[in-house]
């Protein structure tokens, strides 16, 4: 006969709990316990947390992205129209859009704080240089989302967003071809700046997030610099850290839904050609100015210069020092580009060259 395998003394096995079996059977089926890997204890701070805040706002995006293309229709006469009608005739249509709308600013933000973060601790060193760039493909790739979002909405500012663009696409020739009207003359720009903006750009940053995500699982997250000795640090479980980064989205969402009641994204009118009544959203207001002071092709050369520069960090920076205070070089380059970039925002914010 077979021994007990609980003894008297330890008292009968207790059955598992219902929501214990539950997971158990999922895990038997999904393998969700290998989440469980150990990561260290500074991995949980918020600083530590941007990238998993950048990737909830994307999310936000989606879910109210899709809820709100059901109304909405990219023909050219009807564009504007469709999102007034979203606004006033759709359930929770004027909510959705402001939360789509304060999610894509947020994205934004967390994804420069992010990079930040990122720069700031080195953690683009080897051997994450490759992630470094998956993340600048990221950032461009949001960049033009929220580009080709300000387009759909078609009144006066999505309008001369548009028309900018289409200069910059004319000194770009054969490279800007996809961003004019001259690819498909039967097709209405509109339609395929909302092809990419619905279906290319979104489904080209997930992408990218499995493979940003992947990278991140097999180096590990980086060590913090200032912490000298990393074995001292009392590693938890992934999941630890996924609800803690819940926490926060939590937070988030809080905050970008009071900011979508009180302060709902404008629609002006239809748009009307050749006038140039509007600014464009903040994170373009860095190269603003620079149609007006050098041409159109300075424009095209000032975001291709500042992305390349992005890019190439972890190549520029080949040293293996990551405490900021011993990297004395890039960041007084980084800090002079930094203030550069805001000098020229506020003062377009301030001078507000076309009213608004
Ligand atoms: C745009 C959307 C982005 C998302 C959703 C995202 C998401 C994440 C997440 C969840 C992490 C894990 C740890 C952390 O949060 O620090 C991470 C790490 C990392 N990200 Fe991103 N990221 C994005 C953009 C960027 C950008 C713009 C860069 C740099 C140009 C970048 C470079 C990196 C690097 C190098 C790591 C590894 C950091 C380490 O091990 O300490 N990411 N990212």
Not at 165 to 186: E, I, K, Q, R, Y
Not at 294 to 303: C, D, K, N
């Amino acid at each position: 006969m077979a021994a007990p395998t609980t003894s008297a003394a330890a008292g009968p096995a207790r059955r598992p709990s219902a929501a214990r079996r539950a997971l158990d059977a999922i895990d038997e089926r999904m393998g969700i316990r290998a989440l469980e890997y150990p990561v260290p204890e500074h991995a949980n701070n918020l600083g530590w947390s941007l990238g998993a805040l950048t990737a909830i706002s994307f999310f936000i995006l989606l879910a109210t992205g899709i809820y709100i293309a059901q109304w909405y229709n990219p023909m050219p006469e009807l564009a504007n129209q469709s999102v007034r009608d979203i606004m006033t005739q759709v359930w929770l249509g004027a909510f959705a859009r402001g939360l789509h709308f304060w999610a894509a600013q947020a994205m934004f933000v967390l994804a420069l704080l992010h990079m930040l973060r990122v720069f700031l601790h080195a953690s683009y060193k080897r051997p994450r240089e490759g992630n470094w760039v998956v993340g600048a493909a990221m950032l461009l790739l949001a960049f033009l989302a929220v580009f080709t979002g300000t387009v759909l909405k078609w009144d006066q500012e999505g309008f001369e967003a548009l028309s900018h663009n289409l200069d910059v696409a004319g000194v770009l020739g054969g490279l800007g071809v996809w961003f004019s009207t001259d690819l498909a003359a039967n097709v209405p720009i509109i339609l395929r700046l909302y092809t990419a903006h619905a279906v290319i750009l979104p489904g080209l940053i997930f992408t990218l997030f499995v493979l940003h995500a992947l990278l991140v699982k097999r180096h590990k997250i980086s060590d913090h610099p200032a912490i000298a000795h990393p074995e001292v640090e009392e590693p938890a479980p992934f999941t630890e850290h996924l609800k803690r980064a819940s926490a926060y989205g939590l937070v988030l969402l809080g905050v970008l839904t009071i900011l979508s009641v009180l302060v709902p994204p404008v629609l002006g009118p239809t748009p009307v050609e050749g006038i140039e009544t509007t600014r464009p959203l903040w994170m373009f207001w860095w190269f603003f100015p620079f149609e007006q002071w050098f041409g159109v092709p300075s424009v095209a050369a000032a975001i291709a210069a500042l992305f390349g520069l992005i890019f190439l960090v972890p190549f520029l920076d080949r040293s293996p020092r990551r405490r900021w205070q011993e990297r004395k070089v890039s960041m007084t380059i980084a800090a002079v580009l930094f203030v550069l970039l805001v000098a020229i925002s506020v003062y377009v914010w301030i001078n507000n060259p076309f009213g608004h």
